[in-house]
T-cell receptor
Framework: DGGITQSPKYLFRKEGQNVTLSCEQN?????MYWYRQDPGQGLRLIYY???????QKGDIAEGYSVSREKKESFPLTVTSAQKNPTAFYLC?????????????FGDGTRLSIL | AQSVAQPEDQVNVAEGNPLTVKCTYS??????LFWYVQYPNRGLQFLLK??????LVKGSYGFEAEFNKSQTSFHLKKPSALVSDSALYFC???????????FGAGTILRVKS
């Protein structure tokens, strides 16, 4: 089955630690996205990538970094500079082309502070 | 910049009754509009989208949505609610030249038997 796999499902971060969230897709999609979900705030865009080796900041990129070395992979690193990292993180992907293509989502990673 | 408003934090409806989840949007030009559903601790699932043409869009699981350009609204509807429809619903908008999808804050739908 084609889809998006996010791992781990739950992650705990210690003070001053960087952590990396994995996102892999086998849909052959060109574009990939990272969102942060907080209760009552909807989804906010962290970073997105429309093509391999290229990515752009979203609305809340500070304290996060990404890479896009392979089409199927778009890992997100939550750095120690992100002072409030506790949230549900969602990865999504979409085909290239028209902007009305729906985004497909993984099942998320819940990150908490130890 | 585009924006989406979902004016109700929660909608309660009895099983078998019709349901409506409201969404209004702001975007320059003609929009692409989407509805997604989220079950607890899961990702979002696509329900339906409006691109152009017919103002009534039909989607998955018996849901439909009505696009109203003059009121800049895209309300989600279902003629007969099921308990299993209870979930968090998100409306989203994308302008035709943009790279970003902007989401509303979400509406919790509770269907009681």
């Amino acid at each position: 089955d084609g889809g998006i796999t996010q791992s781990p499902k739950y992650l705990f971060r210690k003070e001053g630690q960087n952590v990396t969230l994995s996102c892999e897709q086998n849909l052959n999609h060109d574009a990939m996205y990272w969102y942060r979900q907080d209760p009552g705030q909807g989804l906010r865009l962290i970073y997105y990538s429309q093509i391999v080796n290229d990515f752009q900041k979203g609305d809340i990129a500070e304290g996060y970094s990404v890479s896009r070395e392979k089409k199927e992979s778009f890992p997100l690193t939550v750095t120690s500079a992100q002072k409030n990292p506790t949230a549900f993180y969602l990865c999504a992907s979409t085909r290239g082309g028209p902007h009305h293509q729906p985004q497909h989502f993984g099942d998320g990673t819940r990150l908490s502070i130890l | 910049a585009q924006s989406v408003a979902q004016p109700e934090d929660q909608v309660n409806v009895a099983e078998g009754n019709p349901l409506t989840v409201k969404c209004t949007y702001s975007v320059s030009g003609n929009p692409y509009l989407f509805w997604y559903v989220q079950y607890p601790n899961r990702g979002l699932q696509f329900l339906l989208k409006y691109i152009t043409g017919d103002n009534l869009v039909k989607g998955s699981y018996g849901f439909e949505a009505e696009f109203n350009k003059s009121q800049t609204s895209f309300h989600l509807k279902k003629p007969s609610a099921l308990v299993s429809d209870s979930a968090l619903y998100f409306c989203a908008v994308r302008d035709r030249g943009g790279n970003k999808l902007v989401f509303g804050a979400g509406t919790i739908l509770r269907v009681k038997s």
